[in-house]
Nanobody
Framework: QVQLVESGGGSVQAGGSLRLSCTASGSLISEYGCMGWFRQAPGQEREGVASLDRFYIRTYADSVKGRFTISRDSAKNTLYLQMDSVKPEDTAVYYC?????????????????WGKGTLVTISS
């Protein structure tokens, strides 16, 4: 059974940094076509933030380009999201997700597996 478990959420002031982790069990992250980070703010739809495919091609939402970095450690079977220069509008529940194929990885509807999320709160 595939499980994705996020950690690293919390509260930080604007301008600070935070690193989220997503550890997979029941599968190897290297076997997925791609993995991604998504977020959902209160009253808003879930949106894609960053993705990383099996060929290490990274894609970012315009709102986080230059501030967030997605990476993975296959030895630890873990996906990361380094969040720098955070803003209050980054406040959301952040979800890790995985997809069997490598296309359309920032599309919510296209992901095959989801974690339960971790809350990130950015104060001004």
């Amino acid at each position: 059974q595939v499980q994705l478990v996020e950690s690293g959420g919390g509260s930080v002031q604007a301008g600070g940094s935070l690193r989220l982790s997503c550890t997979a069990s029941g599968s190897l992250i290297s076997e997925y076509g791609c993995m991604g980070w998504f977020r959902q703010a209160p009253g808003q739809e879930r949106e894609g933030v960053a993705s990383l495919d099996r060929f290490y091609i990274r894609t970012y939402a315009d709102s986080v380009k230059g501030r967030f970095t997605i990476s993975r450690d296959s030895a630890k079977n873990t996906l990361y999201l380094q969040m720098d220069s955070v803003k209050p509008e980054d406040t959301a529940v952040y979800y890790c997700a995985a997809k069997k194929t490598r296309f359309g990885c920032l599309t919510v509807a296209g992901m095959d597996y989801w974690g339960k999320g971790t809350l990130v709160t950015i104060s001004s």
